[in-house]
Protein backbone atom coordinates (compact mmCIF):
# COMPACT_ATOMS: atom_id res chain seq x y z
CA UNK A 1 0.00 0.00 0.00
CA UNK A 2 1.37 3.61 -0.54
CA UNK A 3 -0.09 6.73 0.94
CA UNK A 4 0.46 10.05 -1.25
CA UNK A 5 1.28 13.18 0.54
CA UNK A 6 -0.82 15.54 2.02
CA UNK A 7 0.36 17.82 -1.13
CA UNK A 8 -0.90 15.69 -3.63
CA UNK A 9 -4.12 14.78 -2.59
CA UNK A 10 -4.53 18.46 -2.15
CA UNK A 11 -3.67 18.59 -5.83
CA UNK A 12 -6.44 15.98 -6.78
CA UNK A 13 -9.49 17.41 -8.41
CA UNK A 14 -12.08 18.45 -5.64
CA UNK A 15 -15.03 17.45 -7.57
CA UNK A 16 -13.96 13.66 -7.76
CA UNK A 17 -16.47 11.51 -5.37
CA UNK A 18 -14.64 9.79 -2.40
CA UNK A 19 -14.32 5.94 -2.82
CA UNK A 20 -12.93 2.76 -4.17
CA UNK A 21 -11.35 3.29 -7.78
CA UNK A 22 -9.93 0.52 -9.85
CA UNK A 23 -6.44 1.17 -12.39
CA UNK A 24 -2.88 0.70 -13.02
CA UNK A 25 -0.45 1.81 -11.38
CA UNK A 26 3.52 1.86 -11.79
CA UNK A 27 6.35 2.79 -8.99
CA UNK A 28 9.64 4.64 -10.82
CA UNK A 29 10.18 2.93 -14.16
CA UNK A 30 9.31 -0.32 -12.86
CA UNK A 31 6.42 -2.50 -14.82
CA UNK A 32 2.77 -1.30 -14.84
CA UNK A 33 0.34 -3.72 -11.96
CA UNK A 34 -3.21 -3.46 -11.67
CA UNK A 35 -4.12 -1.75 -8.11
CA UNK A 36 -7.20 -0.28 -6.15
CA UNK A 37 -7.27 3.21 -4.75
CA UNK A 38 -8.90 4.46 -2.03
CA UNK A 39 -10.14 8.71 -1.88
CA UNK A 40 -11.90 9.80 1.47
CA UNK A 41 -11.81 10.49 4.95
CA UNK A 42 -11.46 6.81 6.38
CA UNK A 43 -14.41 7.72 8.46
CA UNK A 44 -13.47 4.75 11.21
CA UNK A 45 -10.18 6.77 12.07
CA UNK A 46 -12.39 9.54 11.66
CA UNK A 47 -9.79 11.62 9.31
CA UNK A 48 -9.50 15.00 9.40
CA UNK A 49 -8.30 15.21 6.27
CA UNK A 50 -8.57 13.53 2.91
CA UNK A 51 -6.59 10.92 1.98
CA UNK A 52 -5.48 8.93 -1.31
CA UNK A 53 -3.96 5.17 -0.45
CA UNK A 54 -2.80 2.60 -3.09
CA UNK A 55 -2.60 -1.25 -3.30
CA UNK A 56 -0.78 -2.11 -6.06
CA UNK A 57 -1.60 -5.83 -6.48
CA UNK A 58 1.79 -7.00 -6.97
CA UNK A 59 4.65 -8.00 -4.25
CA UNK A 60 7.40 -6.25 -4.32
CA UNK A 61 11.03 -7.66 -3.21
CA UNK A 62 11.68 -4.41 -0.98
CA UNK A 63 10.01 -1.25 0.15
CA UNK A 64 9.75 1.92 -2.67
CA UNK A 65 9.86 4.58 0.12
CA UNK A 66 10.65 8.26 -1.97
CA UNK A 67 9.42 6.75 -5.31
CA UNK A 68 7.69 8.10 -7.81
CA UNK A 69 3.79 6.37 -7.73
CA UNK A 70 2.01 6.78 -10.73
CA UNK A 71 -1.33 5.92 -11.33
CA UNK A 72 -4.11 5.45 -14.03
CA UNK A 73 -7.79 5.22 -12.37
CA UNK A 74 -10.34 3.65 -15.05
CA UNK A 75 -12.84 3.16 -12.78
CA UNK A 76 -15.47 3.25 -10.21
CA UNK A 77 -16.23 0.46 -7.52
CA UNK A 78 -18.19 1.94 -4.80
CA UNK A 79 -18.33 4.27 -2.47
CA UNK A 80 -16.58 5.21 0.84
CA UNK A 81 -18.38 3.17 3.79
CA UNK A 82 -17.50 3.63 7.24
CA UNK A 83 -16.93 -0.31 9.55
CA UNK A 84 -18.14 -1.00 12.90
CA UNK A 85 -14.70 -2.68 13.88
CA UNK A 86 -11.30 -3.81 11.96
Not at 8 to 22: A, L
Not at 28 to 43: A, F, Q, R, Y
Request: glycine residues 8%; hydrophobic residues 35%; aromatic residues 16%.
Amino acid sequence: TANFSEQVVESFPSDIPTGIYYGWACVGNGDVHKMVLSIGWNPFYKNIKKSVETHIIHTFKEDFYGEILSIVITGYIRPEKNFDSL
